[in-house]
Protein backbone atom coordinates (compact mmCIF):
# COMPACT_ATOMS: atom_id res chain seq x y z
CA UNK A 1 0.00 0.00 0.00
CA UNK A 2 2.87 2.44 0.63
CA UNK A 3 4.50 2.24 -1.95
CA UNK A 4 1.13 2.34 -4.25
CA UNK A 5 0.26 5.81 -2.72
CA UNK A 6 4.12 7.17 -3.39
CA UNK A 7 3.74 6.05 -6.72
CA UNK A 8 1.10 8.09 -7.19
CA UNK A 9 2.24 11.39 -5.87
CA UNK A 10 3.91 13.90 -7.67
CA UNK A 11 7.34 14.55 -7.89
CA UNK A 12 10.00 16.92 -9.39
CA UNK A 13 12.73 14.40 -11.33
CA UNK A 14 14.70 17.53 -11.10
CA UNK A 15 15.42 17.11 -7.54
CA UNK A 16 17.63 15.02 -5.39
CA UNK A 17 16.22 11.71 -4.08
CA UNK A 18 16.53 13.04 -0.81
CA UNK A 19 14.00 15.89 -1.41
CA UNK A 20 11.40 13.33 -2.54
CA UNK A 21 12.18 11.29 0.97
CA UNK A 22 11.61 14.21 2.94
CA UNK A 23 8.57 15.31 0.92
CA UNK A 24 6.77 12.30 1.45
CA UNK A 25 7.47 12.29 5.32
CA UNK A 26 6.04 15.73 5.43
CA UNK A 27 2.78 14.65 3.68
CA UNK A 28 3.23 11.62 6.67
CA UNK A 29 3.19 14.69 9.32
CA UNK A 30 0.54 16.95 7.83
CA UNK A 31 -1.74 14.56 7.44
CA UNK A 32 -1.73 15.08 3.73
CA UNK A 33 -0.69 11.58 2.37
CA UNK A 34 -4.14 10.37 0.59
CA UNK A 35 -4.52 13.71 -1.48
CA UNK A 36 -2.52 12.56 -4.51
CA UNK A 37 -5.32 9.35 -4.20
CA UNK A 38 -7.77 9.86 -7.59
CA UNK A 39 -10.82 8.46 -5.63
CA UNK A 40 -12.92 8.96 -2.55
CA UNK A 41 -13.19 5.93 0.02
CA UNK A 42 -17.03 5.83 -0.83
CA UNK A 43 -16.49 5.77 -4.42
CA UNK A 44 -16.51 1.74 -5.45
CA UNK A 45 -16.67 2.11 -9.20
CA UNK A 46 -15.60 4.92 -11.84
CA UNK A 47 -17.54 6.34 -15.03
CA UNK A 48 -16.68 3.34 -16.78
CA UNK A 49 -18.42 1.21 -13.77
CA UNK A 50 -14.81 -0.87 -13.14
CA UNK A 51 -14.54 -1.88 -9.82
CA UNK A 52 -12.25 0.91 -7.73
CA UNK A 53 -9.72 -1.28 -5.24
CA UNK A 54 -9.00 -0.22 -1.96
CA UNK A 55 -5.68 1.06 -2.57
CA UNK A 56 -6.87 3.80 -5.44
CA UNK A 57 -9.57 5.33 -2.50
CA UNK A 58 -8.55 7.77 0.22
CA UNK A 59 -9.52 6.53 3.43
CA UNK A 60 -12.54 8.37 5.11
CA UNK A 61 -10.88 8.06 8.31
CA UNK A 62 -7.33 9.46 9.09
CA UNK A 63 -5.64 8.65 12.39
CA UNK A 64 -2.81 11.22 13.24
CA UNK A 65 -0.68 8.82 14.51
CA UNK A 66 2.39 10.43 13.25
CA UNK A 67 1.83 13.87 14.58
CA UNK A 68 0.56 12.17 18.01
CA UNK A 69 3.76 10.64 18.69
CA UNK A 70 5.74 14.13 17.53
CA UNK A 71 3.35 16.31 19.82
CA UNK A 72 3.74 14.06 22.73
CA UNK A 73 7.69 14.31 22.29
CA UNK A 74 7.56 17.76 22.15
CA UNK A 75 5.57 18.13 25.12
CA UNK A 76 8.71 16.55 27.00
CA UNK A 77 11.30 19.16 25.40
CA UNK A 78 10.18 22.54 24.60
CA UNK A 79 6.83 23.24 26.08
CA UNK A 80 6.51 25.94 28.96
CA UNK A 81 7.02 23.82 32.01
CA UNK A 82 10.24 22.05 30.48
CA UNK A 83 11.69 24.46 28.06
CA UNK A 84 15.71 23.96 29.45
CA UNK A 85 17.67 27.15 30.96
CA UNK A 86 20.76 28.16 29.52
CA UNK A 87 23.64 28.34 32.04
CA UNK A 88 26.96 30.03 32.82
CA UNK A 89 29.31 31.00 34.97
CA UNK A 90 29.26 34.55 33.89
CA UNK A 91 25.89 36.23 35.57
CA UNK A 92 25.67 38.95 32.99
CA UNK A 93 26.04 36.74 29.98
CA UNK A 94 23.54 34.63 31.43
CA UNK A 95 21.27 37.16 32.48
CA UNK A 96 21.78 38.61 28.78
CA UNK A 97 21.19 35.55 26.77
CA UNK A 98 17.57 34.78 29.39
CA UNK A 99 16.48 38.65 28.29
CA UNK A 100 17.12 37.60 24.70
CA UNK A 101 15.46 34.29 24.54
CA UNK A 102 12.37 35.54 25.76
CA UNK A 103 12.40 38.47 23.65
CA UNK A 104 12.90 36.56 20.34
CA UNK A 105 10.54 33.05 21.14
CA UNK A 106 13.40 31.09 20.89
CA UNK A 107 10.98 28.40 22.93
CA UNK A 108 8.45 28.95 19.79
CA UNK A 109 11.44 28.60 17.52
CA UNK A 110 12.71 25.29 18.87
CA UNK A 111 9.60 23.70 19.35
CA UNK A 112 8.87 24.36 15.45
CA UNK A 113 12.07 23.52 14.75
CA UNK A 114 11.73 20.46 16.68
CA UNK A 115 8.30 19.47 14.95
CA UNK A 116 9.55 20.47 11.09
CA UNK A 117 12.77 18.58 12.01
CA UNK A 118 11.04 15.35 13.01
CA UNK A 119 10.85 14.16 9.42
CA UNK A 120 14.59 13.97 9.63
CA UNK A 121 16.63 17.83 9.67
CA UNK A 122 15.82 20.92 9.86
CA UNK A 123 17.69 24.39 9.94
CA UNK A 124 17.46 27.44 12.11
CA UNK A 125 18.72 31.05 10.93
CA UNK A 126 19.48 33.46 13.03
CA UNK A 127 19.03 37.03 11.66
CA UNK A 128 20.25 40.61 13.42
CA UNK A 129 17.63 43.19 12.74
CA UNK A 130 17.68 46.52 14.49
CA UNK A 131 20.08 45.09 16.93
CA UNK A 132 17.38 42.67 17.88
CA UNK A 133 17.69 38.64 17.66
CA UNK A 134 15.50 36.75 15.20
CA UNK A 135 15.18 32.70 14.51
CA UNK A 136 13.93 31.58 11.67
CA UNK A 137 13.19 28.13 10.80
CA UNK A 138 14.14 26.83 7.67
CA UNK A 139 12.61 23.40 5.87
CA UNK A 140 16.14 21.35 4.69
CA UNK A 141 14.15 19.91 2.03
CA UNK A 142 15.54 22.17 -1.21
CA UNK A 143 18.71 22.71 1.39
CA UNK A 144 21.44 21.40 0.60
CA UNK A 145 24.69 22.00 3.49
CA UNK A 146 28.36 22.09 2.76
CA UNK A 147 30.46 20.89 6.46
CA UNK A 148 34.15 21.85 6.79
CA UNK A 149 36.32 18.36 6.53
CA UNK A 150 38.46 19.33 8.92
CA UNK A 151 35.48 20.71 11.39
CA UNK A 152 32.67 18.64 10.48
CA UNK A 153 30.18 20.17 12.49
CA UNK A 154 31.04 23.11 11.40
CA UNK A 155 29.21 24.72 8.37
CA UNK A 156 30.65 26.35 5.13
CA UNK A 157 27.77 27.15 3.41
CA UNK A 158 24.10 26.54 3.12
CA UNK A 159 22.52 26.48 -0.77
CA UNK A 160 18.31 26.62 -1.05
CA UNK A 161 17.24 25.49 -4.39
CA UNK A 162 14.40 24.77 -6.32
CA UNK A 163 12.21 25.40 -8.83
CA UNK A 164 9.18 27.87 -8.85
CA UNK A 165 6.73 29.01 -11.62
CA UNK A 166 7.57 32.23 -13.11
CA UNK A 167 4.33 34.08 -12.00
CA UNK A 168 4.88 33.59 -8.60
CA UNK A 169 8.51 34.99 -9.00
CA UNK A 170 6.51 37.96 -10.59
CA UNK A 171 4.35 38.05 -8.17
CA UNK A 172 7.73 38.54 -5.32
CA UNK A 173 8.83 41.95 -8.23
CA UNK A 174 11.19 39.70 -9.74
CA UNK A 175 11.54 40.59 -13.67
CA UNK A 176 10.73 37.86 -14.96
CA UNK A 177 10.93 37.88 -19.37
CA UNK A 178 8.57 34.63 -19.26
CA UNK A 179 5.86 34.28 -16.41
CA UNK A 180 4.48 30.92 -17.82
CA UNK A 181 7.72 29.48 -18.12
CA UNK A 182 9.70 27.70 -14.95
CA UNK A 183 12.38 29.19 -13.06
CA UNK A 184 15.27 28.15 -10.55
CA UNK A 185 15.64 30.21 -7.58
CA UNK A 186 18.99 30.36 -5.55
CA UNK A 187 20.52 31.63 -2.69
CA UNK A 188 23.43 30.53 -0.69
CA UNK A 189 24.42 31.35 3.26
CA UNK A 190 28.02 31.72 3.75
CA UNK A 191 30.21 32.96 6.31
CA UNK A 192 30.08 36.93 5.21
CA UNK A 193 26.99 36.98 3.03
CA UNK A 194 23.23 35.98 2.49
CA UNK A 195 23.74 35.53 -1.16
CA UNK A 196 20.34 35.84 -3.91
CA UNK A 197 20.70 35.25 -7.56
CA UNK A 198 18.60 36.00 -10.59
CA UNK A 199 15.56 33.57 -11.21
CA UNK A 200 17.53 31.59 -14.04
CA UNK A 201 15.59 29.46 -16.43
CA UNK A 202 15.40 25.90 -16.36
CA UNK A 203 17.43 25.28 -19.55
CA UNK A 204 20.10 28.14 -19.08
CA UNK A 205 23.43 27.42 -19.48
CA UNK A 206 26.37 29.03 -16.95
CA UNK A 207 26.63 29.71 -13.31
CA UNK A 208 23.30 32.11 -11.79
CA UNK A 209 24.03 35.66 -12.12
CA UNK A 210 24.29 37.46 -8.24
CA UNK A 211 21.43 39.73 -7.83
CA UNK A 212 22.75 42.85 -6.11
CA UNK A 213 19.66 44.28 -4.75
CA UNK A 214 18.58 41.17 -2.62
CA UNK A 215 21.67 39.73 -1.50
CA UNK A 216 22.54 41.34 2.09
CA UNK A 217 26.36 41.56 3.84
CA UNK A 218 26.08 40.23 7.18
CA UNK A 219 29.83 39.70 8.00
CA UNK A 220 29.73 37.63 11.35
CA UNK A 221 32.66 35.66 10.75
CA UNK A 222 29.96 32.04 10.66
CA UNK A 223 27.03 30.48 8.41
CA UNK A 224 23.73 31.85 10.41
CA UNK A 225 22.30 28.43 10.28
CA UNK A 226 22.32 25.84 12.23
CA UNK A 227 21.84 22.33 11.03
CA UNK A 228 19.90 19.92 13.21
CA UNK A 229 20.03 16.45 12.73
CA UNK A 230 16.91 14.62 13.73
CA UNK A 231 17.88 11.49 15.73
CA UNK A 232 20.42 8.88 15.04
CA UNK A 233 20.69 6.26 12.72
CA UNK A 234 20.90 8.78 9.59
CA UNK A 235 23.60 10.19 6.96
CA UNK A 236 25.80 12.84 7.40
CA UNK A 237 23.19 15.32 6.31
CA UNK A 238 19.60 14.14 7.56
CA UNK A 239 18.82 12.22 11.13
CA UNK A 240 16.22 9.26 11.46
CA UNK A 241 12.52 10.08 10.93
CA UNK A 242 11.30 9.84 14.60
CA UNK A 243 8.09 8.27 12.89
CA UNK A 244 9.02 6.39 9.90
CA UNK A 245 8.50 3.00 11.80
CA UNK A 246 4.73 3.05 12.48
CA UNK A 247 3.65 4.90 8.86
CA UNK A 248 2.97 1.30 7.75
CA UNK A 249 0.84 0.28 10.47
CA UNK A 250 -0.67 3.98 10.51
CA UNK A 251 -2.12 3.29 6.59
CA UNK A 252 -3.06 -0.19 7.96
CA UNK A 253 -5.11 1.61 10.93
CA UNK A 254 -6.96 4.07 8.73
CA UNK A 255 -7.93 1.96 6.16
CA UNK A 256 -9.08 -0.95 8.93
CA UNK A 257 -11.39 2.32 10.48
CA UNK A 258 -12.70 3.50 7.22
CA UNK A 259 -13.96 -0.25 6.21
CA UNK A 260 -15.41 -0.53 9.62
CA UNK A 261 -16.85 2.93 9.43
CA UNK A 262 -18.07 2.12 5.84
CA UNK A 263 -19.45 -0.98 7.85
CA UNK A 264 -21.77 0.63 9.98
CA UNK A 265 -23.13 2.97 7.22
CA UNK A 266 -24.73 -0.53 5.51
CA UNK A 267 -25.71 -1.40 8.71
CA UNK A 268 -27.74 1.69 8.96
CA UNK A 269 -28.74 1.33 5.69
CA UNK A 270 -29.24 -2.66 4.74
CA UNK A 271 -29.53 -4.07 1.12
CA UNK A 272 -33.08 -5.52 0.22
CA UNK A 273 -32.63 -8.68 -1.68
CA UNK A 274 -35.80 -10.11 -3.44
CA UNK A 275 -35.67 -13.51 -4.63
CA UNK A 276 -38.12 -14.24 -7.85
CA UNK A 277 -41.18 -14.07 -8.38
CA UNK A 278 -41.81 -11.00 -6.92
CA UNK A 279 -45.48 -10.43 -5.53
CA UNK A 280 -45.65 -6.40 -7.06
CA UNK A 281 -44.81 -4.98 -9.97
CA UNK A 282 -44.35 -1.13 -8.57
CA UNK A 283 -41.64 0.35 -7.62
CA UNK A 284 -40.59 -0.96 -4.02
CA UNK A 285 -40.00 1.57 -1.46
CA UNK A 286 -38.50 0.14 2.27
CA UNK A 287 -39.10 1.49 5.50
CA UNK A 288 -41.39 0.32 8.53
CA UNK A 289 -44.56 1.45 7.08
CA UNK A 290 -44.40 -0.15 4.20
CA UNK A 291 -45.36 -3.92 3.97
CA UNK A 292 -43.45 -5.76 1.69
CA UNK A 293 -45.47 -8.25 -0.78
CA UNK A 294 -44.12 -10.90 -2.38
CA UNK A 295 -45.89 -14.51 -4.00
CA UNK A 296 -45.71 -17.73 -2.25
CA UNK A 297 -42.85 -18.91 -3.69
CA UNK A 298 -40.67 -15.58 -3.64
CA UNK A 299 -38.63 -14.60 -0.77
CA UNK A 300 -36.92 -10.92 0.61
CA UNK A 301 -34.26 -10.30 2.90
CA UNK A 302 -31.92 -7.74 4.17
CA UNK A 303 -28.27 -7.86 3.70
CA UNK A 304 -27.00 -6.63 7.21
CA UNK A 305 -23.76 -6.68 8.21
CA UNK A 306 -22.72 -8.42 11.65
CA UNK A 307 -21.62 -6.08 14.88
CA UNK A 308 -18.83 -8.79 16.01
CA UNK A 309 -17.38 -7.55 12.57
CA UNK A 310 -16.96 -3.73 13.37
CA UNK A 311 -15.79 -5.27 17.13
CA UNK A 312 -12.76 -7.17 16.09
CA UNK A 313 -11.67 -4.24 13.46
CA UNK A 314 -11.76 -2.50 16.73
CA UNK A 315 -9.72 -4.81 18.70
CA UNK A 316 -7.57 -5.19 15.40
CA UNK A 317 -6.63 -1.59 15.31
CA UNK A 318 -6.26 -1.06 19.04
CA UNK A 319 -3.33 -3.92 19.06
CA UNK A 320 -2.05 -2.04 15.79
CA UNK A 321 -1.67 1.58 17.61
CA UNK A 322 0.27 -0.50 20.40
CA UNK A 323 2.58 -2.22 17.90
CA UNK A 324 3.39 1.29 16.16
CA UNK A 325 3.27 3.28 19.10
CA UNK A 326 5.94 0.66 20.56
CA UNK A 327 8.17 0.63 17.32
CA UNK A 328 8.77 4.38 17.97
CA UNK A 329 8.59 4.51 21.52
CA UNK A 330 5.72 6.70 21.74
CA UNK A 331 2.94 7.20 24.83
CA UNK A 332 1.30 3.96 25.36
CA UNK A 333 -0.05 5.15 28.27
CA UNK A 334 -4.09 5.26 28.63
CA UNK A 335 -6.17 7.20 31.41
CA UNK A 336 -8.18 4.29 31.16
CA UNK A 337 -5.98 2.90 33.43
CA UNK A 338 -5.35 5.23 35.53
CA UNK A 339 -6.98 4.72 39.12
CA UNK A 340 -5.73 7.47 41.22
CA UNK A 341 -2.97 9.99 40.86
CA UNK A 342 0.40 9.04 40.31
CA UNK A 343 3.53 10.33 41.32
CA UNK A 344 5.87 11.76 39.11
CA UNK A 345 8.25 8.79 39.37
CA UNK A 346 5.46 6.37 38.12
CA UNK A 347 4.26 8.46 35.35
CA UNK A 348 8.16 8.08 34.24
CA UNK A 349 8.19 4.69 34.56
CA UNK A 350 4.76 4.07 32.40
CA UNK A 351 6.07 6.62 29.79
CA UNK A 352 9.71 5.44 29.54
CA UNK A 353 9.47 4.62 26.10
CA UNK A 354 8.69 8.11 25.16
CA UNK A 355 10.97 9.58 27.79
CA UNK A 356 13.71 7.70 25.84
CA UNK A 357 12.54 9.20 22.66
CA UNK A 358 12.60 12.94 24.20
CA UNK A 359 15.96 12.20 26.23
CA UNK A 360 17.24 11.32 22.41
CA UNK A 361 15.46 14.47 20.94
CA UNK A 362 16.87 16.29 23.47
CA UNK A 363 20.60 15.64 22.44
CA UNK A 364 20.05 17.03 19.12
CA UNK A 365 18.23 20.06 19.51
CA UNK A 366 19.73 21.22 22.55
CA UNK A 367 22.83 20.78 20.85
CA UNK A 368 21.33 23.46 18.18
CA UNK A 369 19.83 25.47 21.15
CA UNK A 370 23.30 25.62 22.58
CA UNK A 371 24.74 26.80 19.12
CA UNK A 372 22.86 29.24 18.25
CA UNK A 373 23.16 30.69 22.13
CA UNK A 374 26.87 31.07 20.88
CA UNK A 375 26.47 32.17 17.87
CA UNK A 376 24.53 35.11 19.69
CA UNK A 377 27.49 35.67 21.82
CA UNK A 378 30.06 35.82 19.00
CA UNK A 379 27.01 38.39 16.92
CA UNK A 380 27.42 40.70 20.01
CA UNK A 381 30.95 41.01 19.16
CA UNK A 382 29.79 42.56 16.14
CA UNK A 383 26.99 44.10 15.93
CA UNK A 384 25.07 46.21 19.40
CA UNK A 385 22.37 43.84 20.63
CA UNK A 386 18.96 44.86 22.83
CA UNK A 387 16.78 42.60 24.71
CA UNK A 388 13.53 44.36 26.06
CA UNK A 389 14.03 47.69 24.64
CA UNK A 390 17.48 48.05 26.93
CA UNK A 391 21.52 47.31 25.50
CA UNK A 392 22.74 44.22 26.10
CA UNK A 393 26.23 44.81 27.89
CA UNK A 394 29.68 42.86 25.91
CA UNK A 395 28.99 39.13 26.13
CA UNK A 396 32.08 36.75 26.47
CA UNK A 397 32.16 34.88 22.95
CA UNK A 398 34.01 32.46 24.89
CA UNK A 399 31.92 32.17 27.71
CA UNK A 400 31.23 28.34 29.20
CA UNK A 401 27.02 27.65 27.91
CA UNK A 402 25.29 24.64 29.03
CA UNK A 403 21.52 23.51 29.52
CA UNK A 404 19.95 22.75 32.45
CA UNK A 405 16.73 20.92 32.10
CA UNK A 406 13.58 20.33 34.42
CA UNK A 407 12.04 17.39 35.65
CA UNK A 408 10.79 15.14 33.09
CA UNK A 409 7.47 14.94 35.45
CA UNK A 410 7.03 17.39 38.30
CA UNK A 411 7.55 15.53 41.74
CA UNK A 412 4.35 15.01 43.91
CA UNK A 413 4.09 16.48 47.74
CA UNK A 414 4.64 12.95 49.10
CA UNK A 415 8.11 12.86 46.73
CA UNK A 416 8.61 16.51 48.12
CA UNK A 417 8.31 15.62 51.99
CA UNK A 418 10.47 12.17 51.13
CA UNK A 419 13.37 14.42 49.92
CA UNK A 420 13.31 17.01 52.86
CA UNK A 421 13.15 14.50 55.31
CA UNK A 422 16.38 12.66 53.55
CA UNK A 423 18.10 16.18 52.97
CA UNK A 424 17.22 16.71 57.03
CA UNK A 425 18.65 13.53 58.13
CA UNK A 426 21.62 13.93 55.74
CA UNK A 427 22.31 17.51 57.56
CA UNK A 428 21.76 16.16 61.37
CA UNK A 429 24.42 13.67 60.47
CA UNK A 430 26.63 15.32 59.39
CA UNK A 431 26.89 14.44 55.69
CA UNK A 432 25.50 17.63 54.29
CA UNK A 433 25.64 21.64 54.62
CA UNK A 434 22.62 23.37 55.34
CA UNK A 435 23.70 25.49 51.84
CA UNK A 436 24.26 22.55 50.34
CA UNK A 437 20.34 21.14 51.33
CA UNK A 438 19.03 24.19 50.33
CA UNK A 439 20.10 24.79 46.97
CA UNK A 440 19.52 20.62 46.30
CA UNK A 441 15.72 21.19 47.14
CA UNK A 442 15.56 24.29 44.71
CA UNK A 443 16.83 22.29 41.84
CA UNK A 444 14.50 21.77 39.10
Same mark, same amino acid.
Given at each position: ????? =??? +??????????????????????????????????????????? +????????? *?????????????????????????????????? *?????????????? #??????????????????????????????????????????????????? &?????????? =?????????????????? *????????????????????? @??????????????????????????????????????????????????????????????????? &????????????????????????????????????? @??????????? #????????? =????? +?????????? &???????????????????????????? +???????????????? @????? =?????????????????? &?????????? #????????????????????
Amino acid at each position: MLATI =AAL +IPSDPSLPPRAQKLAFLKRVLDGTLYDALPYEFHEERNAAGEY +IPLRQRRPS *VRYPLARIVVDDSLSLMFSDGHFPTLATPHDETR *VALADIAAESGLNQ #AMAEAALRGSIGSVAIQLRVLKSRIFFRVLDTQHLTPVFDPEEPDALLSVT &ERYRVRGTDL =AAQGHAIADPGASYWFQR *VWDAEAETWFLPQPLDADGPP @VPDGQRTVRHALGFVPVVWVRNLPGGDDIDGACTFRPAIETAIEIDYQLSQAGRGLKYSSDPLLLIR &EPAGADNELVRGGGNALVVSEKGDAKLLEIGGTAASA @VIDYVRCLREM #ALEGVHGNR =ASADR +IAAAQSGRAL &ELMNQGLIWLADNLRVSYGRAMLQLARM +ILRASDIYPLTAGGEP @VPPLD =ATARLSLVWPRWYPPSAA &EREADARTLV #ALVEAGLMTREAAAVELTLP
